[in-house]
């Protein structure tokens, strides 16, 4: 682990210090005796108490709101849902995104046609752009039902190495595993 000092700039679940070390201050969570950041911002340790606290960058987090459009991680692909790992409001990209920052996909919002197996369209560590159509407190409930929304990057579930897209389908340029995703219209073309 490398040392975090006063003034450090660090990102949310970066590790900071172990319990062992410091109490645990505003900006942070404790995990599995691990002091990790919760938000973007700059560290501050206070010697004398032994506490360690991020502050963060941004001065006000974003809103999400019905009709925001999101960049997150695909984290887990169930039969009738998957959880998204929120990063970024489109826009706000400044601002960081208020809790919780995990949101719900289901397969009956995952595309404009029927989709039987969820998992076809999706992958653990897809980057995806999806629509907010439901922000609760407890959770965000997501939509890719358009074609500017779904996969904007896609990893080969073989040997993870980036995936082209070929027509309709994704093949690996590694290994050649060819797969499927629901990819946005403009898959890989740097735009979120």
Same mark, same amino acid.
Do not use: W
């Given at each position: 682990m490398?040392e ?12 900071l ?6 109490f645990?201050?505003?900006g ?10 919760s938000?973007?911002g700059?560290?501050?340790i206070?010697?004398r ?5 991020v ?9 999400l709101?019905q009709?925001? &459009?999101?960049i997150?991680r695909? $984290?887990d @692909?169930?039969?009738?849902?998957l959880?998204?790992? !929120? %990063?970024v *409001? ?11 920052k ?13 989709v ?8 653990p ?6 629509? &907010?159509?439901?922000?609760q407190? $407890?959770? @965000? ?6 074609k500017? !929304? %779904?996969? *904007? ?13 070929e027509g309709?389908?994704?093949?690996c340029?590694?290994?050649?595993s060819l ?6 219209d ?5 735009v979120?």
């Amino acid at each position: 682990m490398v040392e975090v000092k006063t003034g450090d700039f660090v990102l949310p679940g970066d590790n900071l210090a172990t319990v062992e070390e410091f109490f645990p201050g505003e900006g942070v969570y404790e995990e599995g005796g691990g002091i990790y950041s919760s938000s973007v911002g700059m560290v501050l340790i206070d010697v004398r108490t032994k506490r360690i606290s991020v502050f963060p960058k941004p001065k006000t987090p974003a809103v999400l709101k019905q009709g925001d &459009v999101i960049i997150g991680r695909v $984290e887990d @692909v169930r039969e009738q849902s998957l959880n998204v790992s !929120l %990063g970024v *409001l489109r826009g706000r990209e400044d601002r960081e995104l208020p809790a919780p920052k995990v949101g719900t996909l289901h397969v009956s919002r995952a595309h404009t046609a029927y989709v039987r197996e969820l998992d076809r369209l999706f992958r653990p560590g897809d980057i995806i752009r999806a629509k &907010v159509f439901g922000a609760q407190k $407890e959770q @965000v409930q997501l939509s890719t039902a358009s074609k500017e !929304l %779904g996969v *904007l990057v896609a990893l080969c579930s073989r040997c993870r190495s980036v995936l082209d897209k070929e027509g309709s389908k994704l093949r690996c340029p590694n290994c050649g595993s060819l797969e499927t995703r629901k990819t946005t219209d403009d898959y890989r073309q740097g735009v979120l």
